[in-house]
């Protein structure tokens, strides 16, 4: 067994290198369509591992309906709805197209989607822009009229605006992003307040010199201003570009992916590559945003955004945002004790990404399906809220079932042939 152990820590620390090594920059936002390899017009992708759409949540089958519509392939739900169920439309997760979501994750082929690369490893990842402070939205489980209008703004204004920019600027290297923000109180998932702010500036002065409309411009600039979370889905894809490189590492216990639809959460784990291996979505520990809601009418934890948690980030570090922390109406003390959870959960620190409360100790690094159980604690995952009929009611955070990382260390003990 020492043989396999020493194995396991070899191959361990070779995935999270991998991983620290990653150089994400953020280069473009264009059309799904002309970047994600393998996008079509008639496909719609989703968060979390495969699943039907008998089996999806309301607020993503909303979203999928409300996608046909916008994309031109039906004139309303009732059609839209004759399409997905007659198998017209393809159904399938962001992460089998290198691609990730927020919320229900819902990205059509007209969608503008952020485009990172990872310069060191040379892999491309996406991810479609936050859709801003409406409580409406396709990834908040919506579909009426305002939200189908938002999603042509989307395409025709933001999209154009951040993509022209980003090429006059050169991108912008999110690696130092997220290092900063850590440093000035983000943790990266619910708040990217920091985050925000540095990629604002960066981009505001190309914005302005761009030749467009002022009245476009103008546009764009406010909605990124007035969107303090506005950073996390170019944080997914930065995430998702960083993962990629570490799958199949032989013998690696280490979570290379995280997502859950709404149904159900999901894992992937290095060294098997892109088996997904499941458990029950959570119900999510919310505060929520008007007292006619409560946990009787939120949906269960839903989106890939679990993917910075997989980084280290979100939930791994709330003692690197006692502002959040407050947020949840916890304290400093329930957030170090979070954060020392999260490290004992991983293989590692990061040698570049560090919390400053902390004495500028480097975040926790590369989560082990093998302490997780040995330790009997699962990652926190940061989130926000969706009502069981759609609509963004709150925020909170949820656990990761232990199911899945039982059923990784299974695979993997089958992989290694070890007798658990």
């Not at 998932?189 to 476009?216: E, F, K, W, Y």
């Not at 029950?280 to 809601?293: C, R």
């Amino acid at each position: 067994m020492s043989d396999i152990t020493a194995q396991i820590d070899e191959a361990n620390q070779q995935a999270i290198q991998i991983m620290m090594a990653g150089q994400p920059v953020w280069i473009g936002c264009k059309p799904a369509l002309e970047v994600i390899p393998g996008m079509t017009k008639n496909t719609v992708l989703h968060a979390g591992p495969p699943i039907s759409w008998e089996e999806m949540c309301i607020p993503m089958r909303n979203g999928v309906l409300g996608a046909v519509v916008y994309e031109g392939l039906a004139n309303n739900i009732d059609e839209a709805q004759s399409l997905v169920d007659g198998g017209e439309i393809l159904l399938a997760p962001c992460h089998s197209y290198s691609s990730v979501g927020g919320m229900t994750g819902i990205t059509s082929a007209s969608m503008p989607v952020h485009v990172v690369h990872n310069r060191k490893y040379d892999t491309y990842a996406y991810c479609a822009p936050h859709e801003g402070s409406s409580p409406k939205g396709f990834g908040w489980g919506t579909n009426d009229e305002e939200t189908i209008q938002h999603a042509h703004w989307l395409e025709d204004e933001l999209g154009p605006v951040l993509d022209a920019a980003l090429e006059a600027c050169g991108g912008i290297d999110l690696r130092e992003i997220i290092g900063r923000s850590i440093q000035m109180g983000d943790e990266l998932h619910s708040r990217c307040v920091a985050a925000t702010g540095h990629i604002t500036r960066q981009l505001a002065p190309h914005i302005i010199n761009l030749d467009l409309p002022t009245s476009m411009r103008s546009r764009v600039l406010e909605f990124m201003l007035d969107s303090d979370i506005f950073a996390l889905h170019v944080v997914m894809a930065a995430g998702r570009s960083i993962i990629e490189p570490a799958k199949g590492v032989p013998y690696s216990s280490v979570v290379t992916t995280m997502a859950r639809n709404g149904v159900e959460f999901g894992i992937k784990v290095s060294g098997l590559g892109d088996t997904w291996f499941t458990g029950p979505a959570q119900p999510i520990e919310s505060i929520f945003f008007s007292p006619e809601w409560n946990a009787e009418v939120a949906a269960p934890d839903i989106g890939d955004s679990s993917i910075v948690e997989t980084i280290g980030l979100g939930g791994m570090i709330h003692a690197a945002s006692p502002s959040y922390a407050n947020a949840l109406n916890n304290n400093f003390a329930d957030a170090l004790a979070k954060t020392e959870d999260a490290y004992a959960m991983c293989v590692s620190e990061h040698n570049s990404w560090m919390i400053p409360y902390l004495d500028f100790k480097g975040i926790p690094f590369g989560i082990d399906v093998r302490k997780v159980l040995q330790l009997g604690i699962t990652p926190i995952l940061d989130t926000a809220t969706v009502h069981v009929n759609g609509g963004k009611i709150g925020i909170g955070e949820a656990r990761a079932p232990f199911e899945a990382f039982e059923l990784a260390l299974k695979a993997l003990a089958i992989e290694w042939e070890v007798t658990m």
